[in-house]
T-cell receptor
Framework: DSGVTQTPKHLITATGQRVTLRCSPRSGDLSVYWYQQSLDQGLQFLIQYYNGEERAKGNILERFSAQQFPDLHSELNLSSLELGDSALYFC?????????????FGPGTRLTVL | GQSLEQPSEVTAVEGAIVQINCTYQTSGFYGLSWYQQHDGGAPTFLSYNALDGLEETGRFSSFLSRSDSYGYLLLQELQMKDSASYFCAVGGNTGKLIFGQGTTLQVKP
């Protein structure tokens, strides 16, 4: 158990819908990262937050947005869902945002878009 | 941009040694990490190299050559439970990770 929690574990929805994925980092960790893992794309970095502020952006679609709240939990919002958005979405956290900091991954949310 | 290359699959027998190579291209190198992921599970941290040389942690070792933009993960005394995917990743200055496509290791009895 990494100490990072994600809800829900599974999500099945239809194209065009909107969903929210939630992540609670390890106690004391200030940095939260979101990654998408699909069969043909591997683990792709989406976005990073540090202490409530966006710090880095990867290949995140405009239909996707995220935020980190004052209690440091984070939410990833996916809208106008397409079949290709079906994937495992991982949240990870680290103490700070130094390159040397180990990232601890949550169990992931498996999103299926039908 | 950043890119990493690693073999897609490796097969070895129980008790053997296996090496998983990783070459990378990146602007601004901050270190090479290795993560293990069992089927459907969360990636877990194995090792991190910021400087040239070998880092050893139990049965696992990781090596880095910055001049060659190359690293490898060495797994010794392979066990069935080592069957998993192994990812190398380079870090950005904010700590974000860019992952390779992963190497699936199959350990056979």
């Amino acid at each position: 158990d990494s100490g990072v929690t994600q809800t829900p574990k599974h999500l099945i929805t239809a194209t065009g819908q909107r969903v929210t994925l939630r992540c609670s980092p390890r106690s004391g960790d200030l940095s939260v990262y979101w990654y998408q893992q699909s069969l043909d794309q591997g683990l792709q970095f989406l976005i990073q937050y540090y202490n409530g502020e966006e710090r880095a952006k990867g290949n995140i679609l405009e239909r996707f947005s995220a935020q980190q709240f004052p209690d440091l939990h984070s939410e990833l919002n996916l809208s106008s869902l397409e079949l290709g958005d079906s994937a495992l979405y991982f949240c990870a956290s680290s103490v700070e945002l130094a390159p040397t900091d180990t990232q601890y991954f949550g169990p992931g949310t498996r999103l299926t878009v039908l | 941009g950043q890119s990493l290359e690693q073999p897609s699959e490796v097969t070895a027998v129980e008790g053997a040694i296996v090496q998983i190579n990783c070459t990378y291209q990146t602007s601004g190198f901050y270190g090479l990490s290795w993560y293990q992921q069992h089927d459907g599970g969360a990636p877990t941290f194995l090792s991190y190299n910021a400087l040239d040389g070998l880092e050893e942690t139990g049965r696992f070792s990781s090596f880095l050559s910055r001049s060659d933009s190359y690293g490898y993960l060495l797994l010794q005394e392979l066990q069935m439970k080592d069957s998993a995917s192994y990812f190398c990743a380079v870090g950005g200055n904010t700590g974000k990770l860019i992952f390779g496509q992963g190497t699936t290791l199959q350990v056979k009895p």
